[in-house]
């Protein structure tokens, strides 16, 4: 029952033309249309947590895209596992396709613009944020035209600093 939920879901937003809202289904699991034409996502993903406790925080270290023609913003979000504990099963799992082995969105974490100073683009996520319940990634993606370019996101075990 719960895969033609999904299927009818994924085909009622390909009949709106692919678009801008994101369909939520079964909890977290979200569909989001594609991208059109030439996309880029960041170059890179870098973060090294400063908060010696349970917590996290720190500095976030994101690669421009090669080319930012029509790129809007810089997302990074928490990203959920989607097979069995730990992420080794992971992998291939991302939406249409992309490089987010096992994405799933619950929310950004930080975001950047492409007019933001720097060859590098930095973030802080503030001491003592909590990372949710099953987060185990944090993912960057580019929104094109307020679509998330999740074909081109690219994500990194969190990896959280206790002393």
Request: with cysteine; proline share 6%; hydrophobic share 40%.
């Amino acid at each position: 029952m719960g895969r033609w939920l999904k299927i009818l879901a994924a085909l009622v937003v390909l009949g709106l033309g692919g678009a801008y809202a994101a369909v939520t289904i079964g909890g977290p699991d979200l569909i989001y249309p594609r991208v059109p034409g030439v996309s880029y996502g960041p170059s890179s993903l870098a973060f090294v947590d400063t908060d010696p406790g349970k917590t996290i925080g720190g500095t976030v270290t994101l690669g421009r895209a090669q080319d930012e023609t029509g790129v809007d913003m810089y997302m990074v979000h928490w990203g959920l596992e989607v097979g069995g504990h730990g992420v080794e099963d992971d992998a291939g799992h991302g939406d249409h396709g992309g490089s987010c082995k096992g994405f799933r969105d619950t929310n950004h974490v930080v975001m950047a613009r492409p007019s933001d100073a720097g060859e590098m683009l930095t973030m802080e996520i503030p001491q003592g944020t909590v990372v949710p319940d099953g987060a185990v990634y944090l993912v960057a993606h580019t929104l094109y035209a307020g679509r998330h370019n999740l074909a081109k996101c690219i994500q990194i075990p969190i990896v959280n600093r206790v002393d």
